[in-house]
């Protein structure tokens, strides 16, 4: 027997609720980076890290990390270990835009200031563009 507060959601609601659920997961995210994952690479001397990124298709990826000291030299990525990196991974696909992946897709890079616990995030969208005409021509 339906009651007065069994009344079903509206998409508004939904949509809501939805957004409020993304709000708190980028909120986790951002503060594991910050709290547990960011002083792990500041620990091992990376000052600087950049992720390039790209999809197509429906399949995106991360393509390759960069770890740079405060001097801006690239670090062997052999020091660091498997867990952190894996660990930077998932959350940096939390900061990727929605959809980059979809149809033409898109690409970029995402730079992490460890010092500073900044993300920059640049991206380029992938479209195709097409122009109709008519004409007519009379014989």
């Not at 980076?33 to 995106?60: C, T, W």
């Not at 930077?88 to 898109?106: H, K, Q, R, T």
Request: glycine share 8%; net charge negative.
């Amino acid at each position: 027997m339906s009651t007065s507060n069994d009344h079903p959601r509206t998409m508004e609601q939904l949509i809501a609720d939805m957004n409020r659920s993304e709000a708190e997961r980028q909120r986790e995210n951002s503060r594991k980076l910050r709290n547990e994952i960011l002083p792990q690479f500041a620990a091992l001397g990376i000052a600087n890290i950049e992720v390039s990124y790209s999809g197509y298709g429906d399949d995106g990826s991360i393509d390759g990390i960069q770890y740079r000291d405060p001097t801006g030299n690239r670090v062997d990525r052999t020091l660091i270990p498997t867990s952190l990196v894996e660990s930077l991974e998932s959350c940096v696909y939390e900061f990727l835009p929605a959809g980059f992946e979809i149809n033409d897709g898109g690409q970029g890079t995402l730079t992490i200031d460890v010092q500073l616990a900044k993300v920059t995030l640049k991206h380029q969208e992938n479209y195709t563009d097409s122009r109709d005409s008519t004409r007519e021509f009379t014989l």
